[in-house]
């Protein structure tokens, strides 16, 4: 039997703590899977992109995910798909799985837990928040955030006016006119935007900031200029696919401009942050094994509660 999760049963069984530590964990034991996961990305004759991710694998985890997204910028929502979770004993499709809610919370919470480790810490919880972007992912950065740190002021700036309003209205912030007000006000920054042209440069950076850039998940978005990265202590996801269609990529860089990946960090291979005066970038692509992480969590905990649709495909 195939169990069916909508984005309302997904919301029922996740919780962001729980989820933070399975990411926690798959960062920590990723470098041990048998084999690579893979990004394949197609232009459409339409006005839009498909995206698969294949396969995700996690050491521990007896299944492996297959992701299929649709992504049109002037939809609503933009980003649509299906997660296909399989048995790593005999292929039974054990669950289909929204995309749009498994995406939102790995690429969020993920970038909760980059920016945490990287941003210089805060004891009294003073340092301003800073959101460029006021979409489904930096509202999930932010409630992973919470799990983790205070902050004191949160400024949102959006090219919808009306969506940064409601976003800083929902976690009791201000609003900003651009984002280069958003990065003279604030000491964390989070970009999760759409855009194809650079938002912010070296010379918009004061020392000590940290920036979580989202956006340049694929072929021609970027958020940062080359500049700015070359000058940060730059930590990806996966150095090669960074360099072939995230951030690097798209600012002409090459896989060993990045000093450190998160699993490095979290495995202690490479030491981070080390002075309260560096600029620290997290920019990730968003990898397959998040995904299982995440659907083999969710699928657990449907099949334990009995929440879904179960149909038989076969049949």
């Known amino acids: 039997m195939t169990r069916i999760l909508t984005h309302r049963d997904l919301i029922e069984v996740l919780d962001p703590r729980g989820c933070l530590e399975a990411l926690r964990e ?20 339409f006005d839009g ?15 492996y995910t297959v992701k299929v997204n649709a992504k049109f910028p002037g939809a609503g929502p933009a ?5 296909c979770l399989h048995s790593g004993r005999d292929g039974e499709l054990l669950a289909l799985v929204d995309s749009a809610t498994i995406t939102a919370w790995r690429t969020g919470l993920g970038a909760a837990l980059g920016t945490h480790l990287l941003a210089a810490p805060d004891p009294h919880g003073a340092a301003a928040l800073g959101i460029i972007g006021a979409g489904a992912q930096a509202e999930l950065t ?9 902050w004191g002021e949160l400024i949102v700036h959006d090219t919808d006016p009306q969506r940064a309003a409601e976003f800083a209205a929902r976690h009791h912030g201000t609003t900003a006119d651009s984002a280069a ?12 935007t759409w855009s194809r042209q650079p938002l912010l440069g070296l010379a918009d950076i004061r020392p000590g900031r940290h920036l979580t850039a989202l956006g340049a998940d694929e072929p ?4 940062l200029t080359s500049e700015l990265l070359e000058a940060a202590l730059l930590t990806v996801d996966d150095r090669h696919l960074a360099a072939t269609t995230g951030a690097l990529a798209n600012a002409g860089l090459p896989a060993d401009a990045a000093d450190a990946t998160l699993s490095e960090i979290l495995r202690q291979r490479h030491p981070g942050r080390t002075h309260p005066d560096q600029i620290t970038v997290y920019a990730p692509v968003g990898l ?15 099949e334990r509660r009995g929440l879904g649709t179960t149909v038989d495909l076969l049949a």
Do not use: C, N
């Open 49 to 63: 992109t498909a995206t698969a991710l294949i396969p995700g694998l996690l050491p521990g985890i007896d299944a």
């Open 26 to 45: 798959g960062f920590r034991r990723v470098d041990a899977a048998a084999i690579p996961g893979q990004r394949v990305r197609t232009d459409l004759p």
């Open 220 to 223: 021609g978005k970027q958020e």
């Open 142 to 150: 932010v409630r992973g955030l919470r799990e983790m740190r205070r």
């Open 79 to 83: 980003l649509r798909g299906v997660i």
């Open 288 to 302: 397959p094994w998040q995904d299982l992480a995440l659907t083999w969590t969710a699928h657990g905990e449907a």
């Open 181 to 192: 007000e958003v990065a003279s006000r604030a000491q964390i920054l989070l970009l999760a």
